[in-house]
């Protein structure tokens, strides 16, 4: 017997009681049992968001939602600018192209965030662009883009709408949507709201609402417009996944109690632990400018092959990271903190790391991390 | 306490041991452990299916799976001819508008299948036509269109694919689409296949494979081919429904070995045995000339409130079948006999209907219906 650790940046572990809740026979959404479920977790979702208006749930991963946040508010030939500073990122680009959207890249070197003032230029230099695309958290490399900062340039300008990918954003840092001004939100059940995947959400703004109206894109099961009718009125337009949404007023409900400060606090610390814990293990972090607070990508020490680390790891210990995707293929591997996660996932997560990391032949005194994880740990107690 | 029976055509009750599997730890979709479940599953669905080709899951309501069976079929500007027999019907040709494709209708009444003829007589008048949607089982209406007649029409031009609905067919009753040449089959996850909803499902044809180099409908997320290219690797474009996938396992291998004509023929026995106990009531049968085994649509006799009979049957006895949309709303109610069911719930719902109906002030004698159900139902044992 192993015990498994989950530890990668989605899917994340899911809560015994949420997964009880969603063992339980199924109901029908079309009756009245749903109806209160389903509204309990719109206003827990508006909780989250941090909005006063709707969040719409999707039947579908954090992909779906995102092409909905391009094909529900652009015109086919419309510009819009997208940050591309990792595989999410890039996928922005993709989904533009295949609905015929021109797109305009923002190029980001892997590790690093987008420099606010790049979007600013390039919306000076070509005012056909419409909105700007981007991730809140890129989970590819770890980074944090800097949202408020993005958002307050495209709030100066009535014709422009910034659309942030918050899939590890959201339930994980700071993201006030209508205070900043951030006009599209866009997140999945699989991280932070710790269910399995099956679920996209996307909510927008009154500016968003505007450019709703003239957007031509064909589409169907992602109607927005249609699909926020029927939410309003406590339904679905198409079947809804009953059981995840069962699961959701589990979460959300955790959530609340915690106290959405409380649970972004947690992770901050959690991730902070992490960072801090690597450097005194002598290692360094591939995004140590911005780093998100989703995940930490520890860079693997020069001679030592990143994918036996990872291996070793899972082999070894049944514990789970996430490795590097691409370019970063070997070089990194990526340890969570969304979700449902505690203190001890992060002392784990350094022991197991300190351990493989010896195992794969790579020299050095194992402890020193854990030590420093425990001392920001207890600071944060 | 109220004991609970949900007898509606979808979602349909979950076996309990899929319940389970679904409430384990969440695993990793890109780690070791996903790929064994995912090719069994990708097995079990060629057995359901009865096709020799991939059948293709998506993290979706079998709704965004009749998109894709049009957006990654045709090109922008083709003409594409549907049957429009019911609420199911319809939907076709709103997805046809919505993505620029040319719907050509053929209206039939509620309750009455299409006639193979009339396909062919629409085929002849207009050589334009390039695809024929249809449903195998249109659940408003509790009827069966003739999918092998359909086929064999289709068969004979070169230039012609169908594609069936079979949400509430496959599982159902037979639809060998090899053999019977049925170039695309969608289904869902919260009918036959007793799981609950958020996992939709196409396969398509050889044939249909042409018409997909050819189609230039803009897609993204239900990109088939992409899908396709990485499913036949055991992996899936996007977050897949991890935990519905495991579910999917557990119910697949509960179809193999019940064994498929097995569960056909227990479909096709409750079915017979709800409509001749709804006879020997006094009462009369939507569909009586087609009907599908997925579920049977009761008449309510004149003079009594059928939305009346539906909330009884709710709040006094605990029992959920679906009543009717659109024109038959307040006319039917329909009950299921699709997926996680048996004997005793169809003697459940005749029994249930009685005395719902004796509730509802109508005159009658409490018991044919459910003695003639046990006949059916013990001759069939």
Chains 1, 2 share one sequence.
């Not at 510009?79 to 959207?101: P, S």
Request: net charge neutral; charged share 25%; glycine share 8%.
């Amino acid at each position: 017997m192993k015990k498994n650790v989950l530890l990668a940046p989605g899917p994340t572990p899911v809560p015994p009681s949420a997964l009880l809740d969603m063992a339980l026979p199924i109901i029908h959404h079309r009756e009245p049992e749903f109806k209160p479920i389903f509204d309990e977790c719109r206003a827990g979702l508006k909780y989250l968001f941090q909005t006063e208006r709707e969040v719409i749930i999707l039947a579908s991963s954090g992909t779906g939602a995102m092409e909905a946040a391009v094909t529900n508010f652009l015109r086919t030939g419309d510009k819009a600018l997208f940050v591309n500073g990792g595989k999410f990122g890039e996928r922005w680009g993709k989904i533009m192209k295949a609905y015929g959207v021109k797109p305009v890249e923002i190029t980001v070197d892997w590790g690093k965030a987008v420099d606010p003032k790049a979007i600013e230029a390039a919306l000076d230099a070509d005012p056909e662009i419409r909105a700007v695309y981007f991730q809140a958290s890129e989970t590819s490399t770890a980074v944090r883009h800097p949202v408020k900062e993005i958002a307050a340039i495209t709030g100066k300008r009535p014709d422009v709408i910034c659309i942030a990918d918050a899939i590890t954003a959201t339930g994980v840092f700071d993201l006030p949507m209508d205070e900043w001004g951030v006009d599209i939100v866009v997140t999945g059940s699989q991280k932070a709201l710790m269910l399995p995947p099956g679920l996209g959400f996307i909510a927008w703004s009154a500016k968003a609402e505007g450019f709703m109206a003239s957007a031509n894109i064909p589409k169907f099961y992602f109607n927005l417009a249609s699909e926020a009718k029927k939410q309003l009125e406590g339904q679905t337009a198409w079947t809804p996944a009953v059981s995840l949404i069962v699961g959701l007023k589990n979460v959300l409900a955790m959530i609340r109690e915690e106290g959405l400060s409380n649970v972004h606090k947690r992770s901050a610390r959690f991730a902070k632990a992490t960072r801090e814990a690597v450097k005194a293990m002598g290692l360094t972090l591939y995004a140590p400018e911005s780093p998100s607070d989703a995940c930490t990508a520890v860079n693997i020490p020069e001679g030592v092959d990143g994918g036996k680390v990872k291996k070793i790891l899972r082999e070894s210990y049944a514990v789970t990271v996430a490795g590097g995707q691409d370019q970063a293929k070997g070089k990194i591997v990526r340890i969570a903190h969304l979700g449902y996660v505690g203190t001890f996932d992060v002392i784990t997560a350094i022991s197991a790391l300190e351990m493989a990391l010896v195992d794969a032949g790579h020299k050095m005194q194992m402890g020193a991390g854990v030590a420093k994880a425990m001392e920001i740990l207890r600071e944060g107690a």
